[in-house]
Each structure stands twice: as structure tokens, then as C-alpha cells.
DNA sequence: TTTTGAGTTGTTCGA
DNA sequence: GTCGAACAACTCAAA
């Protein structure tokens, strides 16, 4: 039999349930479709997914490649390879529930193929886990619990590929024209980045070897290595969840000093299974605040404040090494995400969306379910959210998190020679000290564009309005 | 059905 | 400098 295995946001061969299915049948034609009725990709996504296309079609052997309605390919190719069936793994976004249920129901009716799915990229699928009444989970701990309860699932051996040997067309990966030019802004990227598989998995085994020991505290210092920057590989399916926990907990069983670590670890793989699980549950998550109340929540617009947050130059040393981060690799540290997030939301008082929509072009990680469960937890419009009182001090954060500078100097060079006492909030340093380290404010490095204390109030103040809303239903 | 304990990631203020 | 309380009240999840 002769199988077509749709790759989606599963880009890897191990642990990958339809491909392994596949393989049992017979000879399989992989097929990589883009989806142009989906949500528009990043920017960023766009430059990983070009490479990460690229590495599984080699290490497949080869892939299809196509562009359109997922529907009308799916029944061209079948026709033309002379498939029987189709095979692809779940995803819990709710426009590909609405697309698969379709797609599902008229190649089978219609065309008479099997078509059948499996579990995705999660540990559990977000319906094996409910609570004791039966429902979905709308906080984290007790949905960490339950999954800590039920065990880990294994992930599934390699298995024996055999492609069809005979080749209808695909498109030519460079027409899709996925990689930025004129400028290139991702120039070197290939140096800090290995996207596909083999990349996805020397990065956890370097996370294993230089990384794991110390994660739970360390993890939240931009400054050192201890983060496992694994997130695009996930997000693109390089390497399961399922993978990561096997190989973590394997690590704790030989080295047992890190298993505290190793724990923490795998309940940060945990955060991302639960977002899939809000998603699946709450579909309306990426559009609608969770929480009705903050409807009613006094945001601001402001377009030079946007984009001074957008470029990195807020005057918050901590807020503009992050945001530049992000715009020169595609990545930010997590605890400065938080950071971001809240002097977007909070400090500047702009609506969470905002935010979710730079991310998600300048994020190589950029993920439905996650960034935008996660912008509305900062928010504290979300699932299991923070606080709202809980509001981030930059000039806080960055003596706690980065506390040689390191992180500021690497990312705002032109504050660089101010001395560590100065560097988390050049506007407090004395004029002297300012004009040793070359700093001019207003000229090479701005003034911060909100008071703390004032923006910190007004933050406070607008969450009135949430309370009214709140308390009148 | 009712009760009970708990809830990722913080900051500020005053003793 | 350190420490604990206040920040607010509500909803969740399980007993």
C-alpha cells in the first residue's frame, strides 16, 4: 500500500506516530503542504521553516512540497502517486481541528481513502486529561499533577522508511521564497540556529550536558547558558515532548544530582502540553480575553510607544536588551519575555494583542497556543493568570537576573562602559559617570519613555474598571 | 453538596 | 539590610 504522510508541525522521523504507522503499511509519499488559509506565518517562522524543510527532506530521502488548499493536494497527490490512504498527526489549533475534520470526512466519503490521524506533538492529548468532574483543566499545578499521575508516555522507535520510488512534482522550496532578502535581517543566523531534527537533537543533548545542572534557579538568567533555547525546534515538531522527558529522565537516572532539575524541566514541557489543552478547550483564547472583565480593561494606543518597545528604546535597559534580542536572533530569554510582556501591558498600558502580534512575526518560536495563552497570563486576562498587582520592576528585574550586566552589555553596547551600579538605569547615574561610559541621554540611549512609579499606578488604577466589570457580572 | 486549601515566575512598604 | 504583610478577591479542584 502506498501511504501519503502530511507533515505538518511535526517536522522530525522519531517518535512521529502517523509516519511510524505509515511505514507499516508499505511505501509512504511525504507531503509538506502551506496552508495559505492559515494563519499568515512570521517572518522568523518563515526563515526556520525553510531550513527545517530542507533538513527532513534530506534526511527523508525526499519531499513533496505544495502550496494551496490542503484539501484539493491532498486528493491531486493521491490521485497521482495512486495512494490508498492518508496519515498525519493531530494538531489542537482550532482552524486545523475545522480543516482536518473536513478534509477528514470528504476523502474518506468521497475518494474512498483511508484517512486516519494520530496523537501529535503533546504529551497527552488535550482531552486525556480531565479533572475528577470530568472537565478541562483551567489551572496549572493540578493539570501538572494529573499528568505527573498518569505517568510519562514513551516515545515511539524509529522506524523503517520506504518512499515510494517514483516522484510526481513538488514545488521548489526557494519559490516559496520563506527566507528574507533585501535586507536580510537574518543574516548569521545560521551560526547561532541549526533547524531540523539532527539540530533539534544536539541541542538537548548540549542542554544535558551544559545546561540542566542548576536549571531550576539558573533558568532565569539571561546571562548564562542554563535555558534550553529548544523552543523553535518544539514548535516545528523536530523533536517531541515525549522525546525531551525520556531523555531528561534518563540524564537524572545517571547523573541523580540534576533530578531536581530534570523535574523542572519536564514541568516546563508540561506548560506547553497545557496550552494546548486551554487552546483545545478555549479555542477563543487567541482572539478574546479569557477573562470577560478585561474587556472592559482602559488600554492605550500609542504608536511611538509601540514601537520604541517594538526597537528596543524604552530606557529600560532590561526591556531593550530583550526586545533587541529578539530582533536580532529570533529568540528571547523566557524570564525576560515576562519582563517585555508586562512594560507592554502594564508600563505602557497597551492591549496584550499588540504584543502577541510582534511576537509572533519576530519569534522563531512563535506558537498559537503558547504565545497567546502566555500573553494573556501576563496580562492577567488568562488562564491561571498572574495578578494584576503583580507588576514587573525593570530596574528590579535586571540586578536580580542579570547582575554583571552581561545581558545589557551585549545587547545595548552603547551602555556598555557604565559601571554596574549604573547599568540597569543610566538616568539615576550621576552626569559624570554618564559621560565616562560615552552614554548621552536622549542622544545615544533614551530617557525612560514612562516613570516607573507613575506608569506602575496608572497600571494599578486601570484595573478598577476589570473590578467594577468583575463584580457587576 | 459543601468545604477547604491553594494558586509559575512580584513589588512595595514599614517595622 | 532583612523580613513579613499587603496587594483582592475569586475560582478552581479535590476531598
Not at 4 to 26: P, Y
Not at 87 to 113: A, C, F, M, V
Request: aromatic residues 12%; contains cysteine; proline residues 7%.
Amino acid at each position: 500500500m502506498k501511504t501519503i504522510v502530511w507533515f505538518r508541525q511535526d517536522l522530525r522521523i522519531a517518535d512521529n506516530a502517523a509516519l511510524s504507522e505509515a511505514c507499516k503499511t508499505g511505501e509512504i509519499i511525504p507531503v509538506f503542504i502551506l496552508d495559505e488559509k492559515d494563519r499568515p506565518l512570521g517572518a522568523a517562522s518563515k526563515w526556520w521553516l525553510h531550513h527545517s524543510l530542507s533538513a527532513l527532506s534530506r534526511s527523508l530521502g525526499g519531499l513533496i512540497l505544495r502550496k494551496g488548499d490542503p484539501l484539493e493536494i491532498l486528493r491531486e497527490l493521491a490521485d497521482e502517486a495512486g495512494a490508498q490512504a492518508i496519515y498525519w498527526n493531530r494538531s489542537y489549533e482550532p482552524h486545523s481541528i475545522q480543516r482536518d475534520t473536513k478534509i477528514k470526512k470528504q476523502l474518506n466519503e468521497q475518494s474512498g481513502l483511508e484517512v486516519k490521524s494520530f496523537p501529535g506533538s503533546v504529551l497527552y492529548e488535550p482531552w486525556e486529561i480531565e479533572t475528577g468532574s470530568g472537565g478541562p483543566y483551567k489551572v496549572y499545578t493540578p493539570f501538572w499533577k494529573s499528568i505527573q499521575a498518569r505517568g510519562f508516555p514513551s516515545p515511539l522507535p524509529k522506524p523503517q522508511i520506504k518512499l515510494v520510488e517514483e516522484y510526481t512534482h513538488s514545488a521548489n522550496l526557494e519559490s516559496w521564497n520563506l527566507l528574507p532578502s533585501n535586507p536580510n535581517w537574518a543574516d548569521g543566523w545560521e551560526t547561532l540556529w541549526q533547524p531540523g531534527e539532527r539540530g533539534a537533537l544536539s541541542r538537548m543533548e548540549e542542554f544535558l550536558k551544559a545546561g540542566i545542572q542548576g536549571y531550576g534557579e539558573l533558568r532565569n538568567r539571561p546571562d548564562l547558558p542554563n535555558v534550553s533555547r529548544l523552543s523553535p525546534h518544539i514548535h516545528f515538531g523536530e523533536i517531541s515532548p515525549r522525546t525531551l522527558v525520556a531523555m531528561s529522565s534518563f540524564h537524572a537516572e545517571k547523573h541523580p544530582e540534576t533530578a531536581g532539575d530534570v523535574h523542572k524541566f519536564q514541568a516546563e514541557i508540561a506548560w506547553r502540553d497545557f496550552a494546548n489543552h486551554l487552546l483545545y478547550h478555549f479555542p477563543s483564547i487567541p482572539e478574546k480575553n479569557w477573562k470577560p472583565a478585561f474587556d472592559y480593561y482602559p488600554w492605550r494606543e500609542d504608536k511611538h510607544q509601540l514601537e520604541a518597545w517594538q526597537k528596543g528604546k524604552t530606557g529600560y535597559p532590561m526591556v531593550d536588551a530583550g526586545m533587541r534580542e529578539l530582533w536580532h536572533t529570533g529568540y528571547m530569554h523566557n524570564r525576560i519575555r515576562m519582563l517585555v510582556g508586562s512594560f507592554l501591558v502594564k508600563h505602557l498600558q497597551m492591549h496584550w494583542k499588540h504584543g502577541e502580534a510582534w511576537f509572533w512575526d519576530t519569534l522563531l518560536d512563535a506558537d498559537l497556543a503558547n504565545n497567546t495563552s502566555s500573553w494573556q497570563w501576563i496580562a492577567g486576562s488568562g488562564a491561571d493568570a498572574a495578578p494584576y498587582f503583580r507588576i514587573f520592576n525593570p530596574f528590579t528585574q535586571g540586578p536580580k537576573f542579570d547582575p554583571n550586566g552581561e545581558y545589557i552589555r551585549k545587547w545595548c553596547p552603547e551602555l556598555a562602559e557604565l559601571p554596574n551600579k549604573y547599568i540597569h538605569a543610566p538616568h539615576e547615574a550621576p552626569a559624570l559617570e554618564l559621560r565616562a561610559a560615552g552614554v548621552e541621554l536622549g542622544t545615544n540611549y533614551p530617557h525612560p519613555i514612562v516613570n516607573h512609579k507613575v506608569a506602575r499606578e496608572r497600571a494599578l488604577s486601570g484595573y478598577e474598571a476589570v473590578k467594577q466589570a468583575g463584580n457587576n457580572g
